[in-house]
């Protein structure tokens, strides 16, 4: 609710601090990446009227996650935004993601934010990994800022603005600082058409803006069991075995699918891609991919893919009989039209082929030279003989 002078009253928590230095990555540090966006996103929401904004730390400060929330509460917040970057285990996750509360209107509140913060971010580029609840084994909120902001009846959303770790997100924030501070405006222009905010000094007005609203539940489980459906064809392969076109069918009926990768012969997993959907809660049912092919004769192909909640689901096999290369078919059968002409023992390998071949290029070669020598030695006895011939008949007739 707003405050006595009818004020918004919003509190940004830039995530760690002090000692808890947060993801480290390529020499960026979370904590410092945090404040930077931190304070973007407050200077942009001082733009606009009756909003009171609000950090829980101004520098390099350490706070446990319950004097955080203490501290939007002891200011009467109408809402905690706190801010992070993500990072994962294999390093192989991309894209941005908001956790909120799974719990009643903190729930509502806290996606209705998101829906707004989450298409920001798929307008600037990133790759949508969606709104999600967490519980621990307690059955509260897994997040301790949520935890306790949620104890403390402060709506809250943990904003995760993309991973630190992986190649497709680093383009988002090791460009400049100002990548940062956009991060920080486009947080504070999602907040603002949140609380229908208006700036007459910038021109935005979002004081028109509904927010899309959910139906208040008790709890709103995260989805915990794999994709139901992960199915491979093979649709073709190209005339040289280089590429191989594939369609997989896959469909999450808790939510929905968010990448996909693949392996030949039980090997190493690919990358991960995304897969095609037309909102970030829902995926299209069929895919096609082109693949490239291994230099083998056979090939066993393996799709697995995640939903939502990165938990994986793998596909059928299926064995892609692959075509000789172009090169190396034009390079067979120039072999066989040239060994076709020479008579060698038909139960040789085709090593043992090339070698005869070989042995007896050179043995033709030896004759040659042979001959020559012969033949000049000749020719040079010959003229010889002719000399002591007309010597001989000289000294007659002398």
């Known amino acids: 609710m707003p405050d006595l002078q009818g004020n918004t009253v919003i509190v940004i928590d830039p995530g760690h601090g002090g000692e808890n230095l947060g993801a480290q990555v ?6 410092e990446m945090t404040m930077i966006v931190a304070k973007a996103m407050k200077k942009e929401l001082e733009n606009y009227d009756n909003v009171v904004v609000y950090l829980t730390r101004e520098s390099d400060q350490e706070l446990s996650l319950e004097e955080r929330a203490q501290f939007a509460k002891d200011r009467n917040a109408d809402f905690l935004f706190c801010l992070h970057f993500n990072s994962s285990v294999n390093h192989n996750l991309y894209g941005s993601e908001v956790w909120v509360s799974a719990f009643g209107e903190y729930y509502s509140k ?15 580029g990133l790759f949508s990994r969606g709104i ?59 907040a603002a058409e949140y609380f229908g905010l208006k700036s007459p000094k910038t021109g935005e007005d979002f004081s028109g803006h509904v927010n899309q609203s959910f139906p208040i539940k008790e709890i709103n ?84 893919v995640y939903n939502g909640y990165d938990l994986k689901t793998e596909s059928n096999t299926i064995t892609i009989f692959i ?3 172009e090169e190396e078919t034009e390079e067979i059968t120039s072999e066989t039209e040239t060994l076709s002409r020479i008579p060698l023992d038909l139960s040789m390998s085709a090593s043992e082929i090339r070698a005869e071949k070989g042995s007896l290029i050179l043995l033709i070669l030896l004759i040659l030279c042979v001959s020559l020598i012969l033949t000049g030695s000749l020719y040079f006895v010959i003229r010889l003989l002719q000399k002591r011939k007309r010597r001989n008949k000289g000294h007659k007739e002398w």
């Open 26 to 31: 390529d020499g960026y540090t979370e904590k």
């Open 110 to 124: 806290g996606r209705s934010f998101a829906e707004i913060n989450m298409r920001r971010f798929e307008d600037m």
């Open 132 to 190: 999600k609840t967490r519980l621990n084994s307690r059955g509260d909120n897994y997040y301790g800022i949520l935890r306790a902001s949620t104890d403390l009846e402060i709506p809250a959303a943990l904003i995760e603005h993309c991973h630190l770790d992986q190649s497709r997100d680093k383009v988002f924030y090791q460009q400049s600082e100002e990548q940062l501070v956009t991060f920080g405006r486009e947080d504070g222009k999602a």
């Open 221 to 304: 489980r995260p989805d915990q069991t794999e994709a139901e459906i992960c199915q491979i064809e093979l649709l073709s392969v190209d005339p040289y075995g280089r590429e191989a076109d594939v369609k997989i069918k896959a469909s999450d009926s808790d939510g929905y699918i968010q990448y996909y990768c693949y392996r030949f012969d039980q090997g190493e997993y690919s990358e991960l891609y995304p897969w095609p959907r037309e909102n970030w809660d829902s995926s299209l049912p069929e895919h096609e991919f082109t693949v490239a092919l291994p230099e083998e004769e056979t090939a066993d192909l393996q799709v697995c």
């Open 323 to 325: 075509p000789l290369q």
